[in-house]
């Protein structure tokens, strides 16, 4: 049976209690509301849900959820930087303070909304509260009705508080890195190196830094390198790609200064891009970033006249449709293309 009880806080605001204590349950229910209507409703639901078997007494938060996601699955999934920041963000967030009784459609809806960020990021974050949600219903059986995740996603994508990244067609041309690279002030990190190796080979930062010597095969006519771990839709595996002449001659400016060293590029990959975003501000020159270094060198592959699985075979892409997002052509190589396919 449920009671109610009106308590008043420092500020003088009314605060209504309400308690339920049954005997099928271990122990008294309660929750405080503003509204008194809110607090019946409340209860009526919760009454309801335990007459129907389908209550929970369970305490876990969904805090600790997260805590236990990434201690528990990190160690065999070695996810990325951009994943783990989500998942903190959600840890230290106010669902994460939220019982999972209490984690409604309603809460993570408001949540979303009060982001105030751009819907590419918010859906990053909905996209692994709803994995964290799964995992805790499958793999350690924990009582949640993953419907309330899923009706509070399609509303959130549909009033557009949720949605894909935007599609960008930054390119870099040679004056523009050239301006760029001249303004990086005092650094150990070959940045010009760097950079003209993301272009030549079309990797990721993450991809290029972990590279190593020992994977490294210049024999004539067979150049390629190792990635090791390479981003896989399902399960990252290691790929051995080609190196164009350009990239192979870069190579060789660290054998020189490599000493010891494990990796050809032994550098911070955060460092190395907050150097980049530092000359690019210095020098003005538009909003280039480093991963617009990839786009790039996509685009470059394409103007050789490679095709798509070629391309592909650098870029370590999966999905041609994923492909195209990277790839941005200029009418005038296109058109060179063209001339030169009439001509041969």
């Known amino acids: 049976m449920a ?24 122990k008294p229910v309660s929750k405080t509301f503003t509204l008194k209507k809110d ?13 129907r078997g389908e209550f929970s007494q369970d305490e876990t938060n969904f805090g600790l959820l997260c805590r236990r996601y ?6 065999i999934q070695k996810w990325g930087r ?27 809806m408001d ?3 009060s982001r105030g960020r751009h819907p590419s990021t ?17 793999m350690w059986e924990l009582d949640f009705d993953l419907e309330v995740y899923r009706k509070a996603h399609r509303t959130l994508k549909r009033i557009g508080v949720i949605g894909e990244s935007d599609h960008r067609d930054t390119r870099c041309t040679d004056k523009e890195l050239n301006l760029i690279l001249e303004n990086v002030g005092y650094t150990k990190m070959p940045i010009a190196d760097l950079a003209r190796f993301a272009i030549h080979t079309a990797m990721r930062r993450a991809e290029v830094v972990r590279l190593e010597w020992d994977d490294l095969d210049l024999t004539e006519g067979e150049e390629s390198v190792l990635i090791r771990r390479r981003k896989h839709p399902k399960k990252k595996r290691d790929e051995r790609v080609p190196l164009l002449p350009e990239a192979v001659e ?19 990959g955060d460092s190395v891009s907050n150097a980049f975003r530092k000359a690019r501000e210095k020098a003005g020159v ?21 095709d798509a699985m070629t391309v592909s075979l650098f870029s370590g892409h999966k999905d041609l449709n994923m492909l195209k997002r990277y790839t941005h052509l200029t009418p005038k190589s296109v058109l060179s293309q063209i001339s030169q396919s009439s001509l041969n």
């Open 3 to 26: 009671t109610f009880t009106e308590k008043k806080t420092k500020k003088g605001e009314t605060r209504h209690l309400v308690q339920i204590r049954r005997t099928d349950l271990k």
């Open 39 to 51: 607090a019946k409703a409340w209860a009526r639901d919760t009454e309801a849900a335990i007459e």
């Open 70 to 75: 990434s201690s528990e699955l990190w160690p």
């Open 82 to 108: 951009t994943k783990s920041d989500h998942i903190e963000y959600l840890r230290r967030s106010p669902l994460g303070r939220l019982q999972l009784r209490d984690l409604t459609t309603k809460a993570i």
């Open 111 to 113: 949540y979303a909304m």
């Open 122 to 138: 918010v859906m990053g974050e909905m996209i692994q509260l709803g994995v964290i949600l799964s995992t805790a219903k499958d």
């Open 250 to 268: 870069i190579i060789k400016k660290q054998i020189a200064v490599s000493g010891d060293e494990k990796f050809i590029f032994p550098y911070d």
């Open 286 to 306: 538009g909003e280039i970033r480093w991963h617009d270094l990839r786009h790039e060198g996509c685009s470059r592959l394409f103007e050789r006249g490679l």
